[in-house]
């Protein structure tokens, strides 16, 4: 050990964000166990590292005891006051034992220490670092797959996407570049374990963020989303200037904004509607695209009853129920959707009726015609 050597621990500090002070205790330590492994030694030793001249120094240490019973570890109170008058028992005695070859093996022992210090501040620099973007998103490319775990490269360290964050009808291949939700940050014994995700509604949100100015100012606000991820999204956003219309701003020129969106989720539709507090209101416009009648609800059921055109039912209710079961969770209400047909007082038919008194005369004419007046005696 020498200077060099201390200059080197100086600039790691520098580079790596390791303490030095850090480095030389964890280099002690470690050439403690080295000396006695190499030197078959059970003694209490203590290692010293000259802070400027990389000088390392053994000590061995020895308890001042009445009786000695390990050689290795006590020294007799006749035999420290031959070396100090002033030792009593109890005290520590220190003797030098650094041995003649013991640089060597201190210098392999400290690169192998200083390695590993390295790799573990590294590894709490990254988990620092990503543990503080959970629920933010990350770009990577797409490193490789093993079995349906995709893993994502994203450059100082790889995340991972598990098969149930994937999007279903999404096909991952070897340097694909994608944007992920950062899930769940751990730690593991490999070092941070970064899980990531597609499906979640968070993505939805961040992308929105970067793409539309007006959602990272504050100026427009995403209130709910509700997401069947690869099939189709709902978003409901409201406005604090109302000189800005949300769903335009989201919505962006010709489109552009939310297509890039759609084309980054791979054609996953989006309908983006406008925030009510009127619970009623917000109902109607969580069914977009399709034409609400009306909506009547109950606030202590949560549920809200809806009539829509009959031409519109379908509509209303979506492929499978999509339309209604994504406007339910949207709204967080219980929606009861119904036609105009449905819910009309079915009128008599006037022609049915006119028929029916028809044949209701004709039965009164025939019994009259056929009754027999009595005769006078």
């Not at 990389?54 to 390990?70: L, N, P, R």
């Amino acid at each position: 050990m020498n200077t060099d050597f201390i200059d080197a621990i100086h600039e790691l500090e520098k580079s790596k964000g390791v303490s030095s002070e850090v480095l030389f205790d964890a280099i002690e330590a470690a050439l403690i166990s080295a000396y006695n492994k190499n030197f078959g030694s059970k003694r209490n030793v203590r290692t010293v590292i000259d802070r400027e001249t990389g000088e390392i120094t053994v000590y061995s240490c020895k308890t001042v005891v009445e009786q000695v019973e390990d050689d290795r570890t006590d020294i007799s109170f006749e035999a420290a006051q031959k070396a100090n008058p002033n030792y009593e028992l109890g005290d520590i005695v220190e003797e030098e034992v650094t041995p003649r070859d013991f640089g060597r093996i201190a210098a392999q022992t400290a690169k192998q220490v200083v390695v590993q210090r390295i790799r573990e501040a590294e590894r709490g620099v990254i988990f620092d670092e990503y543990v503080s973007r959970e629920d933010e998103i990350v770009t990577g490319l797409v490193q490789r797959i093993e079995g349906k775990t995709v893993y994502v490269d994203l450059g100082k360290t790889e995340a991972v996407l598990p098969p149930t964050e994937q999007i279903a009808n999404e096909a991952y291949k070897h340097g694909n570049r994608i944007k992920s939700y950062i899930l769940e940050v751990k730690k593991t014994t490999k070092g941070p374990q970064i899980i990531v995700s597609r499906t979640h509604p968070g993505l939805l949100k961040r992308l929105f963020e970067l793409e539309v100015p007006e959602i990272h100012d504050g100026v427009v606000e995403v209130k709910s989303i509700s997401r069947e991820a690869g099939s189709r999204s709902k978003l409901a956003v409201s406005s604090v200037d109302d000189n800005v219309d949300p769903v335009g701003a989201c919505v962006g020129p010709k489109g552009m904004r939310v297509q890039s969106i759609v084309n980054e989720l791979n054609g996953e539709k989006i309908d983006i509607v406008r925030w009510s507090d009127d619970p009623a209101v917000f109902v109607a416009n969580a069914l977009s695209p399709s034409k609400v009648v009306s909506v009547n609800v109950d606030e202590g059921t949560k549920i809200a009853q809806v009539v829509v055109p009959d031409y519109q039912l379908s509509l209303a209710i979506g492929k499978e129920g999509q339309n209604a079961r994504l406007a339910a969770k949207l709204t967080a209400w219980k929606i009861d959707i119904k036609s105009e047909s449905q819910v009309k007082p079915q009128e008599p038919d006037k022609s049915k009726l006119d028929a029916e008194e028809g044949v209701l005369q004709e039965a009164v004419n025939v019994d009259t015609a056929g009754t027999a007046e009595p005769k006078e005696d």
